[in-house]
């Protein structure tokens, strides 16, 4: 398991003890009708080398129903590891890397309320301002879950005068038989930390507020072609 404090997950319909009568583990056998499905693998998993057998009567069949390769969470990731601040209007998003499945279903909650089912991105409303987001990312199909919550509450968003100052490029996008060019200069955190203090404020300066508002203005000027510097 990637996580130390995760235990195995033994799947409690791997083996229908139904069908089997008695099982042979090493030399001990096991009565599966008084065992349920997860105390007969719990008893089989704590035999590391015995071999398994199966009595059968001659022409006798055996079913067996199994669960090969279930869908495994591998790494859940979001901006600045959930750390980052939350505003109002500005979209969060979930990355998740899974094994043996295509798709996770992540879940949204403000306040432990549902707010978003279903999809890696969302974005904070002024009704959620005050309130804790939090996330529920699982595999499809059904296997496990895993949840997250952000640090910090979400925020109402500062005020920002260059996005005000340029309103006629806000409020619209570029139009059919025209296309908006954006360029910017995002300053390299490299440059950031040495920024002399009297110049910008630690707080105002620093990479879990600041990210989050140059994501809020990229998305606001609605550019066709973004190009950006200092992206490290």
Same mark, same amino acid.
């Given at each position: 398991?990637?996580?130390? &404090? /995760?235990?195995?997950?033994?799947?409690?319909?791997? +083996?229908?003890?139904?069908? *089997?009568?008695?099982? #042979? %583990?090493?030399?001990?056998?096991?009565?599966?009708?008084?065992?349920?499905?997860?105390?007969?693998?719990?008893?089989?998993?704590?035999?590391?080398?015995?071999?398994?057998?199966?009595?059968?009567?001659?022409?006798?069949?055996?079913?067996?129903?199994?669960?090969?390769?279930?869908?495994?969470?591998?790494?859940?990731?979001?901006?600045?590891?959930?750390? &980052? /601040?939350?505003?109002?209007?500005?979209?969060?998003? +979930?990355?998740?890397?899974? *094994?043996?499945?295509? #798709? %996770?279903?992540?879940?949204?909650?403000?306040?432990?309320?549902?707010?978003?089912?279903?999809?890696?991105?969302?974005?904070?409303?002024?009704?959620?301002?005050?309130?804790?987001?939090?996330?529920?990312?699982?595999?499809?199909?059904?296997?496990?879950?895993?949840?997250?919550?952000?640090?910090?509450?979400?925020?109402?968003?500062?005020?920002?005068?260059?996005?005000?100052?340029?309103?006629?490029?806000?409020?619209?996008?570029?139009?059919?038989?025209?296309?908006?060019?954006?360029?910017?200069?995002?300053?390299?955190?490299?440059?950031?930390?040495?920024?002399?203090?009297?110049?910008?404020?630690?707080?105002?300066?620093?990479?879990?507020?600041?990210?989050?508002?140059?994501?809020?203005?990229?998305?606001?000027?609605?550019?066709?072609?973004?190009?950006?510097?200092?992206?490290?």
């Amino acid at each position: 398991d990637r996580k130390k &404090s /995760r235990k195995s997950k033994i799947p409690q319909h791997f +083996i229908t003890p139904s069908k *089997l009568p008695s099982i #042979r %583990v090493g030399h001990e056998f096991i009565n599966t009708k008084e065992l349920s499905g997860l105390d007969m693998w719990e008893s089989l998993s704590s035999q590391k080398e015995a071999i398994v057998s199966f009595p059968l009567a001659l022409g006798q069949t055996l079913d067996l129903q199994l669960d090969a390769c279930p869908p495994t969470i591998l790494s859940v990731n979001s901006f600045h590891d959930f750390q &980052s /601040r939350v505003y109002c209007g500005v979209p969060l998003a +979930i990355q998740a890397k899974i *094994l043996h499945g295509h #798709r %996770v279903k992540v879940s949204w909650f403000v306040n432990s309320k549902l707010v978003e089912s279903d999809s890696d991105t969302y974005t904070p409303s002024e009704a959620d301002v005050g309130g804790k987001v939090q996330v529920v990312v699982s595999t499809v199909p059904s296997y496990e879950s895993e949840a997250y919550e952000f640090e910090y509450p979400v925020e109402p968003l500062p005020f920002l005068p260059i996005i005000e100052s340029r309103k006629h490029w806000t409020d619209s996008p570029s139009g059919p038989n025209r296309v908006r060019v954006m360029t910017y200069n995002l300053l390299a955190d490299q440059y950031a930390k040495q920024t002399p203090p009297d110049h910008y404020a630690s707080d105002i300066i620093n990479r879990s507020r600041r990210m989050p508002l140059l994501l809020y203005e990229i998305l606001a000027y609605q550019a066709d072609i973004i190009c950006l510097q200092e992206v490290d």
